[in-house]
């Protein structure tokens, strides 16, 4: 059974694993024979050792502060995203009020935007948490209400001539073939969230991996800077992974 599933998985991400060790392998040795200073690029092996040397930093200082940033982010943009999207779709007036200013939030450039934030908040957490939830409300209420939208009218008429109720309707058939483009937009979301919180934490922060990304960047560190980019990168794709396998999970027992 094991040897199976690795098997599967080697066949579906073998490819990809080789591709990267080739790439790193490429940059490792452009670096070394000094074709790109190492001051622009540094190697994966300096890198690494950067991310050894300021491990407690990054692990025990920087690291908490930009997840929780997330974590409170992505919990907020969930809730409000979900309600907005429900709302949306069980309102016409909200849907043509909130529908072209959820469009309009995502044209207002973050970079601009989050000095407002850090006016109104000062630097304490809720900064780059508003910049968070900027960053990563739409997707979840968009999908949310995308979702909705698609239901099968066959479905519902056949519900509604056996008496059913709108609210009986909304659970049986419409959050059910909503829940795939719910959770495409969690995943994305979650990813999001990384990314806003970096952003919030560039602009003004006395702690988090974007903060210290910026005063590595300030003092041409580029091996701490890079090691910074590579965690980030990290939570992100460990973040997907968690909501994937949630999915994953939603889809197992509902087609049990």
Same mark, same amino acid.
């Given at each position: 059974?094991?040897? =199976?599933?690795? %098997?599967?998985?080697?066949?579906? @991400?073998?490819? /990809? ?8 392998? !490429? ?17 994966? *092996?300096?890198?690494?050792? #950067? ?9 025990? $200082? =920087?690291?908490?502060?930009? &997840? ?5 982010? /992505?919990?907020?943009? $969930? &809730? ?8 949306? =779709? ?8 909130? @529908? ?11 970079? #601009? ?13 809720? *900064? %780059? ?12 209420? !968009? *999908?949310? @209400? ?40 969690? %995943? ?5 969230? $990384? ?13 988090? &991996?974007? @903060? ?31 909501? =994937? ?12």
């Amino acid at each position: 059974m094991i040897k =199976h599933k690795l %098997k599967k998985w080697f066949q579906q @991400y073998g490819l /990809f694993i080789l591709f990267i060790i080739i790439v790193l392998m !490429i940059w490792q040795v452009v670096v070394q024979k000094n074709v790109i200073p190492s001051f622009i690029l540094p190697a994966p *092996s300096a890198i690494w050792t #950067a991310l050894i040397d300021n491990q407690q930093l990054l692990f025990a $200082v =920087h690291l908490p502060v930009t &997840l929780e940033e997330v974590l409170i982010g /992505f919990v907020c943009s $969930v &809730l409000g995203g979900v309600l907005l999207g429900t709302a949306m =779709h069980f309102s016409k007036t909200v849907e043509k009020i909130c @529908y072209p200013l959820l469009v309009i939030s995502q044209t207002v450039p973050l970079i #601009a935007i989050s000095p407002i934030f850090m006016m109104w908040f000062g630097y304490s957490i809720w *900064s %780059k948490v508003a910049v968070t939830i900027l960053t990563a409300f739409f997707p979840i209420a !968009i *999908s949310t @209400y995308d979702g909705l939208k698609s239901t099968n009218e066959e479905y519902r008429e056949l519900l509604l001539t056996m008496g059913a109720n709108r609210w009986d309707i909304f659970k049986k058939i419409q959050i059910p073939i909503a829940l795939p483009n719910m959770l495409s937009g969690l %995943k994305m979301s979650v990813v999001y969230c $990384v990314v806003g919180a970096t952003i919030g934490e560039w602009l003004g922060a006395s702690a988090g &991996l974007g @903060y210290f990304s910026r005063r590595m960047s300030g003092t041409m560190q580029a091996d701490a800077l890079f090691a910074a980019v590579f965690l980030l990168s990290l939570l992100g794709i460990l973040l997907f992974l968690l909501i =994937h396998l949630l999915e994953k999970q939603i889809f197992k027992k509902r087609f049990r």
